[in-house]
């Protein structure tokens, strides 16, 4: 990001365009986009809604602002100290994406097979911890991409941004699993199971294609 400040007059006054600004901006808008599709919050709804069925109306709200919650507090941690946690375990991101697709692959199997569903140990379990929290929202993908962002920050202003942006992607994803409880609502117990059927379809695609990555990354060292 270049520093070049351009100063301009009219006759009312005078006007100064700091292009260190703009590009803050610019790289703000960057990281929201990017991390966005990234965390891809549509996507990661009926899965939320397969894992929360059989909780009332207000724990599904409050599950979908601690999931959000959890991965923005795991972001924040791996955005300010990933890459010395990295090295002073010796953990490659390869298998920090093979161990994340591993886990969702156990809880997809779960959700599948329909697995402890209703059970009071189920109940009990607090999902929005894992899987939501993590692997699913705050993933190695999203870990990794973060920590890139903060490699590129060259100055205070994009810094800011950053964080505005990585604070604006999980009110989103907190708004999106809000609002897509109200489907629950509509389509009843048969449907809740189907989403759930679904959901463990879904998550299963995700963590083998987490496995098949981390086993391309493992090659290619």
């Not at 059989?54 to 599950?63: A, V």
């Not at 991965?71 to 100290?81: D, P």
């Not at 969702?104 to 109940?123: A, H, N, R, Y």
């Not at 100055?155 to 994803?173: K, R, Y």
């Amino acid at each position: 990001m270049g520093s070049l400040r351009i100063n301009g007059k009219c006759p009312k006054g005078g006007i100064s365009v700091s292009i260190v600004e703009v590009s803050a901006v610019t790289f703000a808008i960057q990281s929201f986009v990017t991390l966005f599709v990234i965390f891809d919050p549509p996507g990661a709804a009926p899965i939320f809604l397969g894992l929360v069925a059989d909780r009332t109306p207000k724990e599904r709200r409050g599950l979908a602002v601690q999931a959000a919650g959890v991965s923005l507090l795991v972001i924040s941690i791996f955005a300010i100290f990933g890459q010395l946690i990295l090295d002073y375990l010796h953990i490659s991101i390869a298998s920090l994406q093979a161990a994340g697709g591993l886990l969702l692959l156990l809880v997809s199997l779960e959700l599948l097979t329909g697995k402890d569903s209703g059970s009071t140990q189920s109940k009990d379990k607090n999902v929005a911890l894992v899987p939501l929290g993590t692997p699913l929202l705050a993933g190695p993908g999203a870990i990794v991409a973060t920590m890139i962002f903060v490699q590129q920050v060259k100055n205070t202003e994009q810094a800011i941004g950053l964080a505005l942006a990585v604070l604006a992607v999980h009110v989103v994803i907190a708004l999106v699993l809000i609002s897509s409880t109200t489907i629950l609502k509509v389509i009843k117990e048969a449907g809740v199971n189907l989403v759930a059927r679904i959901a463990g379809l879904l998550l299963a695609a995700i963590s083998v294609q987490m496995l098949v990555d981390a086993i391309r990354a493992f090659i290619a060292q």
